[in-house]
């Protein structure tokens, strides 16, 4: 039993690399496990998302990261599956009170990637569930006193992490932040009580 799943779709590995990131930054605190679970087509049948297993893993857990790609200004077909095959589950509010964040990366600098993270915080909602974002600041100025940029929130989204990568390579300081996105919902799921 995981404390923090992180459930991704991906399909050129981008959002995949983001949800490693945010694996390893949920393990990095001490106390914390974290599963990393990936939707695949496989498990898509006639459009409908059909693994009850890994719904089941999700029950246990204090806290569900989730993540897609950004097609078409929203979540992939694949996520999109997924989330429709809770629908028993949101009858029940059995996610009510978890933890929940969210992460997305696109190919173009501003591909509405973040209605990808509002359907995200749209969805964790409907389950009853606690969304946490970003509490780091844009990094479009240097800090106070420096001329460095810091390395994570790059691209300013305070919902959760926006990535981007034109190329299949994804931004060091997008990395940064997907391990710090990690790190903050393992912290807030050890605070409180369920």
């Not at 404390?3 to 001490?30: K, Y």
């Not at 929203?74 to 933890?99: H, Y």
């Amino acid at each position: 039993m995981a404390d923090v799943a992180v459930v991704f779709h991906s399909d050129n590995r981008t959002t995949q690399q983001l949800a490693q990131a945010v694996h390893q930054g949920c393990i990095s605190v001490g106390g914390v496990s974290s599963e990393l679970l990936q939707i695949t087509g496989k498990a898509i049948i006639e459009g409908r998302f059909c693994n009850s297993e890994f719904l089941q893993q999700l029950e246990p857990t204090k806290a569900i990261i989730f993540g897609s790609p950004t097609y078409m200004g929203c979540v992939s077909a694949q996520f999109k599956a997924f989330a429709d095959a809770t629908g028993d589950l949101w009858e029940q509010q059995r996610w009510a009170n978890k933890i929940a964040a969210g992460f997305t990366i696109g190919s173009n600098l501003s591909g509405d990637q973040l209605n990808t993270l509002q359907y995200l915080q749209v969805f964790a909602s409907q389950h009853g569930m606690l969304w946490a974002g970003l509490d780091v600041p844009g990094t479009n100025s240097p800090g106070e006193g420096t001329t460095a940029m810091k390395p994570q929130n790059r691209l300013g989204a305070q919902s959760g992490l926006v990535a981007h990568s034109a190329d299949g390579v994804v931004h060091s300081g997008d990395l940064a932040s997907a391990v710090y996105l990690g790190q903050r919902v393992a912290r807030i799921s050890q605070q409180l009580a369920f």
